[in-house]
């Protein structure tokens, strides 16, 4: 007994060692103001290992939550004033809630009266999520935490303290996730639709808006992520966001804090720890971090005039998040809140299916990376797939399960960590698994079937993996929407 302390004691010892040196190390660094510095810093490894996290997407456009099926309603606000599409959401605010009525009105009626922050955080680790990016402000300048820089500039409906929920709500929430072991981000948009310094004096924007309130952000709740946006309109020099994200570094007591690259309309896919696409199909690479993230349906924003057939199903979801991490991206998942701050019993489903999935066959998914050969292709013609930023068509059923005719389908994804592959297969290949490509370049050692444990037998030759299948279980309670099988190569 007290050689099994003695040993516990000694690797926690070395554990401890090793991370203060390294924090040691890193404190040591200063970053400069330009991008040169800020790329030099390493994006800590904790983001590359979690693979799978949730947007929440929630404000005073949650109490309307409505916009044109196939839009954004998270930008009533834009929508309204621009009179977008045909007037759409104008006539539909005009005749719920009448001439006069501006968006900041929509404060006293974003009560928040039915949100529990644990029950929040209880659903995203049932969803089997490693963190959280939470919208803190979009582009109306609404902030979810008492922000001296919003009240001054919008009035006390700006301040969730004062009017409305009367609480900070990412403080509540941020404590309640970190309670549960998961990493917090924090969504901040950099401009403001209609700030008067924004649109009449953009230097005062930034030195006297954006940046102090940037700082407040950062130093009350110490994120694991800034997640910024709104960047597109003007340069990083402009925001000056290098020489924010330098202060980010030398200042913030998170030393494991990560980045993303919306800091300037010349910084995506070009500057930062994460490079990001929405609602697309992601990225093929495994030498920098990225990022796909979308909501469930066609809003990040709760929208209530999206229906059932709007909504991504599980197997669509999971498959989605395989065939990213396969890729060596993460998949950001959005919800969207309603005003009480329940979350609509649609998403939470979602999540839970997804949680389930991962519960079993987690381990062919965090802390992977990509595999020079990440995906298995069947005979037939390959479908044209598109790559970027935004809104890039992405149905992984037709990819997988559902082809058109003559169509080549993904057969496997393939992920990888330490010696072993893992194979996901999006549908029950029968008695046999043929894993023919590349991914496999070694006689394995062992070959387990993650749903059950199973240790399966299995014939290699000439290349060729054949991997003799179980049983199918009707009545196992089996997680369907797609196998995953580690093959060891020890």
């Given at each position: 007994?007290?050689?099994?302390?003695?040993?516990?004691?000694?690797?926690?010892?070395?554990?401890?060692?090793?991370?203060?040196?390294?924090?040691?190390?890193?404190?040591?660094?200063?970053?400069?103001?330009?991008?040169?510095?800020?790329?030099?810093?390493?994006?800590?490894?904790?983001?590359?290992?979690?693979?799978?996290?949730?947007?929440?997407?929630?404000?005073?456009?949650?109490?309307?939550?409505?916009?044109?099926?196939?839009?954004?309603?998270?930008?009533?606000?834009?929508?309204?004033?621009?009179?977008?599409?045909?007037g759409k959401v104008y006539d539909f605010h005009l005749n719920k809630y009448g001439p006069g009525f501006e968006f900041k009105d929509f404060a006293p009626l974003f009560k928040a009266e039915l949100w529990n922050p644990d029950d929040w955080a209880d659903l995203f680790q049932r969803a089997g999520a490693k963190y959280i990016v939470f919208t803190t402000k979009h582009h109306s300048g609404y902030t979810l935490w008492p922000s001296a820089e919003a009240e001054q500039t919008w009035g006390e409906n700006y301040n969730p303290v004062k009017v409305g929920p009367k609480r900070d709500l990412v403080g509540d929430l941020t404590t309640a996730v970190k309670k549960k072991g998961l990493k917090m981000g924090l969504y901040y948009?950099?401009?403001?639709?209609?700030?008067?310094?924004?649109?009449?004096?953009?230097?005062?924007?930034?030195?006297?808006?954006?940046?102090?309130?940037?700082?407040?952000?950062?130093?009350?709740?110490?994120?694991?992520?800034?997640?910024?946006?709104?960047?597109?309109?003007?340069?990083?020099?402009?925001?000056?966001?290098?020489?924010?994200?330098?202060?980010?570094?030398?200042?913030?007591?998170?030393?494991?804090?990560?980045?993303?690259?919306?800091?300037?309309?010349?910084?995506?896919?070009?500057?930062?720890?994460?490079?990001?696409?929405?609602?697309?199909?992601?990225?093929?690479?495994?030498?920098?971090?990225?990022?796909?993230?979308?909501?469930?349906?066609?809003?990040?924003?709760?929208?209530?005039?999206?229906?059932?057939?709007?909504?991504?199903?599980?197997?669509?979801?999971?498959?989605?998040?395989?065939?990213?991490?396969?890729?060596?991206?993460?998949?950001?998942?959005?919800?969207?809140?309603?005003?009480?701050?329940?979350?609509?019993?649609?998403?939470?489903?979602?999540?839970?299916?997804?949680?389930?999935?991962?519960?079993?066959?987690?381990?062919?998914?965090?802390?992977?990376?990509?595999?020079?050969?990440?995906?298995?292709?069947?005979?037939?013609?390959?479908?044209?797939?598109?790559?970027?930023?935004?809104?890039?068509?992405?149905?992984?059923?037709?990819?997988?399960?559902?082809?058109?005719?003559?169509?080549?389908?993904?057969?496997?994804?393939?992920?990888?960590?330490?010696?072993?592959?893992?194979?996901?297969?999006?549908?029950?290949?029968?008695?046999?698994?043929?894993?023919?490509?590349?991914?496999?370049?070694?006689?394995?050692?062992?070959?387990?079937?993650?749903?059950?444990?199973?240790?399966?037998?299995?014939?290699?030759?000439?290349?060729?993996?054949?991997?003799?299948?179980?049983?199918?279980?009707?009545?196992?309670?089996?997680?369907?929407?797609?196998?995953?099988?580690?093959?060891?190569?020890?």
């Amino acid at each position: 007994m007290v050689r099994h302390i003695f040993l516990f004691s000694r690797a926690a010892a070395i554990g401890l060692l090793f991370m203060i040196f390294s924090q040691a190390l890193q404190s040591q660094t200063r970053f400069e103001p330009n991008w040169q510095s800020i790329d030099s810093r390493p994006t800590p490894q904790w983001f590359s290992d979690a693979k799978f996290g949730i947007f929440v997407c929630w404000g005073l456009y949650s109490v309307p939550a409505w916009s044109p099926k196939g839009q954004y309603s998270e930008w009533y606000m834009y929508w309204m004033k621009q009179k977008a599409f045909e007037g759409k959401v104008y006539d539909f605010h005009l005749n719920k809630y009448g001439p006069g009525f501006e968006f900041k009105d929509f404060a006293p009626l974003f009560k928040a009266e039915l949100w529990n922050p644990d029950d929040w955080a209880d659903l995203f680790q049932r969803a089997g999520a490693k963190y959280i990016v939470f919208t803190t402000k979009h582009h109306s300048g609404y902030t979810l935490w008492p922000s001296a820089e919003a009240e001054q500039t919008w009035g006390e409906n700006y301040n969730p303290v004062k009017v409305g929920p009367k609480r900070d709500l990412v403080g509540d929430l941020t404590t309640a996730v970190k309670k549960k072991g998961l990493k917090m981000g924090l969504y901040y948009s950099l401009f403001e639709w209609y700030h008067p310094w924004y649109l009449n004096d953009f230097h005062d924007f930034v030195s006297k808006h954006f940046h102090p309130q940037f700082k407040d952000l950062v130093t009350r709740y110490e994120p694991d992520i800034l997640w910024a946006d709104g960047e597109w309109e003007q340069t990083s020099e402009a925001w000056r966001t290098p020489e924010l994200l330098a202060w980010l570094f030398n200042e913030s007591k998170n030393k494991e804090v990560v980045i993303n690259d919306r800091w300037g309309n010349d910084s995506r896919h070009k500057h930062g720890g994460f490079y990001t696409t929405e609602y697309g199909s992601g990225m093929d690479d495994d030498k920098h971090p990225w990022e796909e993230n979308r909501g469930m349906g066609y809003s990040y924003g709760y929208n209530r005039a999206e229906n059932l057939e709007d909504y991504r199903s599980s197997q669509e979801l999971i498959l989605m998040l395989a065939d990213i991490v396969s890729r060596g991206g993460n998949l950001c998942l959005d919800i969207g809140p309603a005003a009480d701050g329940q979350i609509p019993v649609i998403m939470q489903e979602r999540l839970v299916q997804i949680g389930n999935w991962l519960k079993v066959n987690g381990d062919a998914i965090y802390g992977t990376r990509m595999c020079s050969t990440p995906v298995q292709w069947s005979a037939g013609q390959k479908p044209e797939i598109k790559r970027g930023e935004f809104m890039v068509p992405y149905n992984i059923l037709k990819e997988t399960v559902r082809p058109d005719s003559g169509q080549a389908v993904k057969e496997i994804f393939f992920t990888k960590k330490g010696n072993s592959i893992y194979a996901i297969v999006p549908k029950w290949p029968g008695k046999n698994l043929i894993i023919n490509d590349l991914a496999v370049t070694r006689h394995p050692s062992l070959v387990t079937f993650l749903q059950t444990g199973q240790k399966l037998k299995f014939h290699y030759q000439g290349g060729e993996l054949s991997i003799e299948m179980p049983s199918f279980d009707p009545n196992g309670n089996w997680a369907t929407e797609a196998f995953a099988f580690k093959i060891e190569n020890n």
